[in-house]
């Protein structure tokens, strides 16, 4: 059985808090997109893991798709299964990729094995892998608070919107980011304005990891200025970087702004 887990991007993400477990409290506003890795599962007679497309780093074993099969497996006796993973979406881009490969191991294992597991269980063995992992249970716009794994619908619609990604060669550790963060509840709630007219995002919008991010990593700062300045809506870091989006209303071709990154673009569902 295949799946293609996409990615996601932040509409905002506001810092709120830092947690008595070393965790932080946030707001943000998870967008699926259409940009998709490659997932496969199938019975096997011994387990097996593969993957190829763009290098990850750690080891195979660690990979969070072979997490996500072993958690079910300890509670389920689950029989050995082939694993393949083809990467497309890049690490270290504050895109999800890695939590949406986990999430899509969950679904897929529920379907091959006829586990029956519903939404909101698998939401909580997702939730154990990481802290956006429950938001790619569902194909749909959610408001993530606390660590992130408590979601509601967030009712916002960017359906026909043409999306401009692009990631320079920089990866970002998430936790050497929560690092220069100064949590502060924030002006605008990220719930309310997504409500909005997106020709107001660009006053009411932020993103907090921005500011330590942008003084560390100037270029991440002129992409998202090069966005505006092709005409984009909206442009925003996505999550702790370094991916960085632009919100069109119709379809344009920017790569000659941004050569040597990866570039991508499509129209949001």
């Known amino acids: 059985m295949i799946s293609f887990p996409p990615c996601k991007i932040n509409l905002g993400l506001n810092v ?37 497309g763009i290098a990850l780093p750690g080891k195979p ?21 082939a694993i393949y993973l083809h990467k497309v979406i890049p690490a270290g881009a504050g895109l999800g990729g890695g939590s949406s490969n986990a999430a899509h191991t969950l679904r897929l294992l529920n379907e ?19 802290s956006d992992c429950a938001f790619f249970i569902e194909d749909k716009a959610m408001v993530g608070m606390e660590k992130g794994n408590v979601l509601e619908d967030a009712g916002v619609n960017l359906e026909g919107k043409f999306i401009v990604l692009v990631k320079p060669e920089v990866h970002i550790s998430t936790a050497a980011a929560y690092a220069s963060i100064v949590p502060a509840l924030p002006t605008n709630r990220i719930k309310d304005v997504v409500k909005n007219d997106i020709t107001v995002w660009m ?50 071709d920017l790569k000659k702004h941004f050569p040597g990154m990866i570039y991508w673009s499509g129209i949001l569902n």
């Open 16 to 52: 709120v808090k830092k947690r008595s477990d070393g965790y932080h409290d946030i707001e943000t506003c998870f967008y699926l997109i259409p940009w998709t890795d490659i997932l496969e599962i199938i019975p096997a007679e011994t387990f097996e893991f593969t993957q190829s």
């Open 61 to 81: 074993d660690e990979n969070l798709c072979v997490r996500a099969y072993q958690l079910l497996k300890k509670d389920f006796n689950l029989p050995p299964v």
């Open 112 to 130: 091959v094995f006829k586990l029956k597991l519903e939404t909101a269980i698998l939401k909580n063995y997702a939730a154990t892998l990481g």
């Open 203 to 252: 006053e009411q919008l932020k993103n907090d990891f921005e500011i330590s991010v942008f003084k560390k990593y100037p270029l991440i700062k002129e992409i998202k200025e090069c966005l505006y300045n092709q005409g984009a809506h909206y442009a925003s870091m996505s999550g702790s970087g370094s991916a960085v989006y632009g919100l069109f209303d119709s379809p344009l």
